[in-house]
């Protein structure tokens, strides 16, 4: 459970407090045990996060999705090699708690303490009540549940979840009249058939849970007022007389107090007041209309559908645990660990020494603080893809990995879908892809049209299969690289505008959409000053998605001059991994 996890729990949580607050102005004038059901949903939705139905509907795959990481990165490796001085800034966003161990402890402890004192005294009052039920005395009245004398109790109540007893205060019975006393039993007995005791109960742990939250106790307050009034108009629905039923309450009140706990069902709960003046006036509220009804019935069917069916809609193709079946595996694997020197040249997928059917890593980081290692290597297939989570010592870790597989797969293929099985089995690695929105650039047309080349076919040889197709005679392979030189350029031969958004992202290391709606494969270059680029992450900028900054001879200038398109920053999906748990392989 994240930080982040709770906080979104939180504000969710209290959102929906907030509309049931609502809620309940709106459905005023009806009857209150209506009321009382929106506010005990209020408090259930502190126990049951959206996060939770979310995964329930993520366990449906989709296959009209694409695989997770399983395509194959769009530049090659040299491209990703020459591109890498453009943003030594941009970094997969490492968790806060590895910083600030102490913020997550000290608030745990707080909590720990709060949670235990409100528990400890509750306990402590139930304790004291269990003593005094030990000294009780049966007796013997026209209800349908057991009956006890007891004389350390305060008020007439209920006791009990699922067995409930009515429990007596000493000389009760000497105190009213039969038809005072019939409503006093009357009123409780509603609590037994509504379950007050067990709604309670559970409201109480979400009060211990979220001692700290106001809105809890606020809910507990008018959850306690509404099944109070609740059960005084059943108890008027059943004809008693209004003047007997207020002076049983009354005589309740100057003889005895209200009792400590809320679980405990009683007379004098409540604003007592309001509940002697709504009483006299004899009044029964109205029932729901059918509108009104259905509405309420939407609203209940939608809270739980709305986030069980984004879940659906967000579920991978294929999980990011789970290896396609066809993936050769490993048959022999030796993992240890080492110590990572950094050299000149960094891959993002560790090939090493390795040869078809032989995995050689060499000593290769886990997933240090540049983002490069195993990991990503595994599941990225691009190379500026935030990976973010996991424990502080993943970063520094660094392991050898020496591996024969079953007959003679690719470099890519053990590099790629192979490791991330062997990382799931020997790590016990779990992590998932997400979406989110974030600051992305559209690629448009610029002003006065595209500069666009047509790719001639049979000039070069496209890298478009895996491994890309074997040269012929005379035929050479389509460039596609960056250059950080001076001046710094982009070349892509026979290249789409979805490809060369890619290669942008690369440059840019913020997302690239092609937006222009122009089909075909070009010959695309185009140079630009790299001292006047802002790269990496770019400074945020507007939230309505303003146009990037435009220096002379920046990329944004160079690109409407030289090839006829622009960018435009915006809003829009980002990708990004998240671990959800690693573990220290053994060594071999």
Same mark, same amino acid.
């Given at each position: 459970?994240?930080?982040?996890?709770?906080?979104?729990?939180?504000?969710?949580?209290?959102?929906?407090?907030?509309?049931?607050?609502?809620?309940?102005?709106?459905?005023?004038?009806?009857?209150?045990?209506?009321?009382?059901?929106?506010?005990?949903?209020?408090?259930?939705?502190?126990?049951?996060?959206?996060?939770?139905?979310?995964?329930?509907?993520?366990?449906? /795959?989709?296959?009209?999705?694409?695989?997770?990481?399983?395509?194959?990165?769009?530049?090659?490796?040299?491209?990703?090699?020459?591109?890498?001085?453009?943003?030594?800034?941009?970094?997969?966003?490492?968790?806060?708690?590895?910083?600030?161990? +102490?913020? #997550?402890?000290?608030?745990?402890?707080?909590?720990?303490?709060?949670?235990?004192?409100?528990?400890? *005294?509750?306990?402590?009052?139930?304790?004291?009540?269990?003593?005094?039920?030990?000294?009780?005395?049966?007796?013997?009245?026209?209800?349908?549940? #057991?009956?006890?004398? %007891? #004389?350390? *109790? @305060?008020?007439?109540?209920?006791?009990?979840?699922?067995?409930?007893?009515?429990?007596?205060?000493?000389?009760?019975?000497?105190?009213?009249?039969?038809?005072?006393?019939?409503?006093?039993?009357?009123?409780?007995?509603?609590?037994?058939?509504?379950?007050?005791?067990?709604?309670?109960?559970?409201?109480?742990?979400?009060?211990?849970?979220? +001692?700290?939250?106001?809105?809890?106790?606020?809910?507990?307050?008018?959850?306690?007022?509404?099944?109070?009034?609740?059960?005084?108009?059943?108890?008027?629905?059943?004809?008693?007389?209004?003047?007997?039923?207020?002076?049983?309450?009354? $005589?309740?009140?100057?003889?005895?107090?209200?009792?400590?706990?809320?679980?405990?069902?009683?007379?004098?709960?409540?604003?007592?007041?309001?509940?002697?003046?709504?009483?006299?006036?004899?009044?029964?509220?109205?029932?729901?209309?059918?509108?009104? $009804?259905? %509405?309420?019935?939407?609203?209940?069917?939608?809270?739980?559908?709305?986030?069980?069916?984004?879940?659906?809609?967000?579920?991978?193709?294929?999980?990011?645990?789970?290896?396609?079946?066809?993936?050769? &595996?490993?048959?022999?694997?030796?993992?240890?660990?080492?110590?990572?020197?950094?050299?000149?040249?960094?891959?993002?997928?560790?090939?090493?020494?390795? %040869?078809?059917?032989?995995?050689?890593?060499?000593?290769?980081?886990?997933?240090?603080?540049?983002? &490069?290692?195993?990991?990503?290597?595994?599941?990225?297939?691009?190379?500026?893809?935030?990976?973010?989570?996991?424990?502080?010592?993943?970063?520094?870790?660094?392991?050898?990995?020496?591996?024969?597989?079953?007959?003679?797969?690719?470099?890519?293929?053990?590099?790629?879908?192979?490791?991330?099985?062997?990382?799931?089995?020997?790590?016990?690695?779990?992590?998932?892809?997400?979406?989110?929105?974030?600051?992305?650039?559209?690629?448009?047309?610029?002003?006065?049209?595209? $500069?666009?080349?047509?790719?001639?076919?049979?000039?070069?040889?496209?890298?478009?299969?895996?491994?890309?197709?074997?040269?012929?005679?005379?035929?050479?392979?389509?460039?596609?690289?960056?250059?950080?030189?001076? /001046?710094?350029?982009?070349?892509?031969?026979?290249?789409?505008?979805?490809?060369?958004?890619?290669?942008?992202?690369?440059?840019?290391?913020?997302?690239?959409?092609?937006?222009?709606?122009?089909?075909?494969?070009?010959?695309?270059?185009?140079?630009?000053?790299? @001292?006047?680029? %802002?790269?990496?992450?770019?400074?945020?900028?507007?939230?309505?998605?303003?146009?990037?900054?435009?220096?002379?001879?920046?990329?944004?200038?160079?690109?409407?001059?030289?090839?006829?398109?622009?960018?435009?920053?915006?809003?829009?999906?980002?990708?990004?991994?998240?671990?959800?748990?690693?573990?220290? /392989?053994?060594?071999?």
């Amino acid at each position: 459970m994240t930080t982040s996890f709770i906080i979104n729990h939180l504000w969710q949580s209290s959102c929906f407090a907030l509309l049931a607050g609502l809620l309940a102005f709106v459905l005023r004038k009806n009857s209150p045990k209506v009321r009382y059901w929106v506010w005990l949903s209020a408090s259930l939705k502190f126990l049951i996060p959206f996060a939770l139905l979310v995964s329930l509907g993520g366990v449906v /795959p989709r296959p009209t999705r694409r695989p997770v990481s399983v395509a194959a990165p769009v530049f090659s490796n040299t491209l990703v090699q020459i591109a890498q001085p453009f943003s030594p800034s941009l970094q997969p966003t490492v968790s806060v708690d590895t910083l600030l161990d +102490w913020a #997550p402890v000290a608030i745990g402890v707080v909590w720990v303490l709060g949670f235990l004192a409100i528990m400890l *005294a509750r306990c402590r009052s139930w304790l004291e009540f269990r003593a005094a039920l030990r000294t009780s005395t049966p007796i013997e009245l026209p209800i349908p549940v #057991p009956a006890l004398i %007891t #004389p350390g *109790a @305060e008020e007439p109540g209920v006791v009990g979840f699922l067995r409930p007893v009515l429990v007596l205060p000493a000389h009760f019975l000497e105190q009213l009249n039969p038809r005072q006393l019939g409503a006093i039993l009357a009123h409780e007995l509603c609590h037994v058939y509504r379950r007050d005791n067990l709604f309670a109960g559970v409201h109480m742990m979400v009060e211990a849970i979220f +001692w700290f939250h106001p809105l809890v106790w606020w809910i507990g307050s008018r959850m306690v007022e509404e099944r109070e009034l609740a059960c005084d108009e059943e108890v008027l629905r059943m004809g008693c007389e209004p003047s007997d039923y207020v002076e049983g309450i009354l $005589k309740v009140c100057r003889f005895y107090v209200e009792s400590p706990l809320p679980c405990i069902s009683g007379v004098t709960g409540a604003d007592v007041k309001r509940r002697l003046r709504a009483i006299l006036a004899g009044s029964i509220a109205d029932e729901l209309s059918a509108v009104r $009804k259905m %509405t309420l019935t939407a609203i209940g069917l939608a809270v739980f559908a709305i986030p069980i069916l984004i879940g659906v809609l967000n579920a991978p193709a294929i999980r990011a645990q789970s290896a396609p079946a066809a993936t050769p &595996k490993f048959e022999v694997v030796s993992i240890k660990p080492c110590e990572f020197r950094q050299n000149t040249i960094s891959d993002m997928a560790p090939q090493g020494n390795s %040869t078809p059917g032989n995995l050689r890593t060499g000593c290769f980081p886990l997933l240090n603080a540049n983002g &490069k290692g195993l990991i990503r290597g595994a599941y990225a297939s691009n190379p500026f893809t935030p990976i973010n989570g996991g424990p502080s010592w993943m970063r520094s870790a660094a392991y050898e990995i020496n591996a024969k597989a079953e007959g003679s797969p690719g470099v890519r293929t053990m590099t790629g879908p192979m490791m991330r099985a062997l990382l799931e089995q020997y790590f016990h690695l779990k992590i998932h892809q997400q979406t989110a929105e974030g600051p992305v650039f559209f690629l448009r047309v610029a002003r006065g049209g595209s $500069k666009l080349h047509s790719f001639v076919e049979g000039s070069c040889t496209t890298h478009d299969t895996s491994p890309p197709a074997p040269l012929g005679q005379g035929q050479k392979y389509c460039k596609d690289l960056m250059s950080g030189g001076s /001046p710094a350029s982009i070349e892509a031969q026979g290249a789409t505008l979805d490809d060369f958004s890619r290669m942008l992202f690369g440059m840019l290391g913020r997302p690239v959409i092609n937006k222009t709606g122009i089909a075909g494969r070009f010959d695309l270059r185009v140079e630009f000053s790299r @001292e006047g680029t %802002t790269l990496g992450p770019l400074q945020a900028d507007d939230a309505d998605g303003g146009a990037p900054a435009d220096p002379p001879n920046s990329i944004f200038s160079a690109l409407p001059e030289q090839l006829g398109l622009r960018l435009e920053a915006a809003k829009g999906p980002v990708e990004a991994f998240v671990i959800d748990h690693i573990e220290k /392989p053994p060594v071999n």
